[in-house]
């Protein structure tokens, strides 16, 4: 009777030690970098070295990156949000992808350095502002203003970049090249994919104010989100603007116009609107905040009209929060 039982407890004995195996499990691998923040990494000088909890190998295949496979970034390009694939030593473990945004403000790619103007005081701070405010927006019953600076134009030059504003009459409003600068491909790509980054993101854009120059107006149309409300020289380039107490004052005059009502309002204008140094007195916003085209600083509306600088976003940054909130594959 006894050697009629054995077969049937090996056969247990086998079954519960698959079982066991077969739920194995290993620790799951983290990005351990104190710069890895709500799901970006915040890549704040070159021969930045990615630190995690396992041993992996680091690749990618974007261009505004130089990466080695130990995860050290040589350099990536300022403002641009890049992915970055962890394959884990551990081939159990499947692969990883994180996101890194360029934090400086010195690591410009052509064309954009011939325009880029002051380099930004704090580009972390200012960034990290941003993405924290990125996870809010919209707020309901809270006023924002979006300070866009039009998307990426190297096409041409503008007829005053000597701000003598001599010229052929209106020529700042031209879409000719030969007259004044224009959006470039990459420009009218991201204005067009900004727009609907918008659309995803349910922002409540109620007012659209631009520049008078072509490279505003037009990237509002390319956004396609609204009618254009205003087109006000306040917020003109430097090549031609006559409102006597300059650009930055300008936008303020036009943030103060505007309503209190729970809406947004996008306003698309030019550097150097981003240069408070000479402006003290709103303290909330830095001295110069990053400012790259089709990049930007939100604001905060006060119901005593009064308005606070809330962070600087990328293109990448706006692109890179609507993918993680709605994954493209969803």
Not at 189 to 198: C, D, K, M, S, Y
Request: aromatic content about 12%; glycine content about 6%.
């Amino acid at each position: 009777m006894r050697r009629l039982i054995y077969p049937p407890l090996l056969v247990l004995i086998f079954l519960v030690s698959c079982k066991k195996s077969a739920l194995v499990s290993y620790a799951t691998p983290k990005i351990t970098s104190p710069e890895y923040i709500d799901s970006l990494l915040f890549v704040t000088k070159n021969n930045y070295q990615i630190v995690t909890s396992q041993a992996a190998i680091f690749s990618s295949t974007d261009t505004h990156i130089k990466l080695n496979s130990s995860g050290l970034i040589q350099r990536l390009t300022s403002a641009e949000v890049v992915p970055i694939l962890i394959t884990w030593s551990n081939k159990n473990i499947q692969p990883t992808t994180i996101y890194a945004l360029g934090c400086t403000d010195t690591n410009q790619d052509a064309p954009f350095t011939k325009y880029q103007g002051k380099l930004a005081t704090d580009p972390f701070g200012s960034y990290l502002q941003g993405w924290k405010t990125l996870h809010l927006l919209p707020v309901a019953g809270e006023t924002y203003t979006i300070v866009l600076r039009h998307a990426d134009a190297s096409y041409g030059t503008d007829w005053s970049n000597a701000y003598t504003y001599a010229g052929p009459p209106d020529w700042w409003e031209s879409k000719d090249s030969t007259l004044a600068r224009q959006l470039n491909p990459q420009g009218i790509q991201r204005a067009t994919e900004l727009g609907q980054i918008f659309k995803d993101l349910k922002y409540p854009v109620k007012r659209i104010i631009t520049s008078e120059f072509y490279r505003s107006i037009q990237t509002a149309l390319l956004m396609n989100i609204g009618p254009i409300n205003s087109e006000d020289g306040r917020i003109n380039n430097l090549a031609y603007n006559i409102y006597p107490p300059g650009i930055v004052p300008g936008l303020f005059s036009i943030l103060e116009e505007q309503p209190i009502d729970g809406q947004m309002t996008l306003v698309i204008t030019h550097h150097p609107v981003n240069e408070l140094v000479k402006y003290p007195a709103y303290s909330s916003f830095p001295p110069v905040s990053p400012f790259n085209w089709t990049g930007a600083y939100i604001v905060k509306m006060e119901p005593d009209k009064s308005f606070t600088f809330e962070g600087a976003v990328s293109w990448g940054m706006f692109k890179c929060w609507r993918d993680l909130k709605y994954p493209p594959n969803n």
